[in-house]
């Protein structure tokens, strides 16, 4: 079973401390950790290929002009996802005492309430794409001619 170790390399110019804070400050490694702890499934999971896959999932719900705020709740979305899906293989395990399963199902239920929430804070951070501009088209079309009015 892979180790659930964290390679932590600094960039050109960074030093080792740095590295390290701005790795364990990354929301997208947070979240990473914790759906890598949350869950029997994960057991085999290394934390360094969890972090590549959710940065990359991350990436797929944001835009290139995404902010740090947006990243988190992408981030946050992901996690409390996985974490819904963890509680539920436990509410689903054979024998489980009908309490106990009830208790599991509110806790998956509200993780995937608090991600959908995630998603809609992302939707209204995003500004709203301006009015297309209107096209005149290559020609003019003649004019109607007006009606003629006739008195009665």
Sequence with gaps: MPAKVISIRP???ESDAQASAKAILSPVLRAAISAVSTSDLTAGVDVDEAVDVLAA???LILDPES???ESVLAAQCLTLDTV???ILA?????GVPIGEYN???TLALRAQSQSA???KLIIRTRPKPSEPEYLEPPYDYPPEPEPEYEPH
């Excluded at 436990?90 to 054979?94: G, S, V």
Aim: avoid cysteine; aromatic fraction near 4%.
């Design 11 to 13: 960039q050109p110019g």
């Design 57 to 59: 999932q991350v990436a």
């Design 67 to 69: 902010t740090g705020a």
């Design 84 to 86: 819904a899906h963890a």
């Design 90 to 94: 436990r509410a689903f395990r054979p």
């Design 103 to 105: 208790k599991l199902m």
């Design 117 to 119: 929430n995630a998603v």
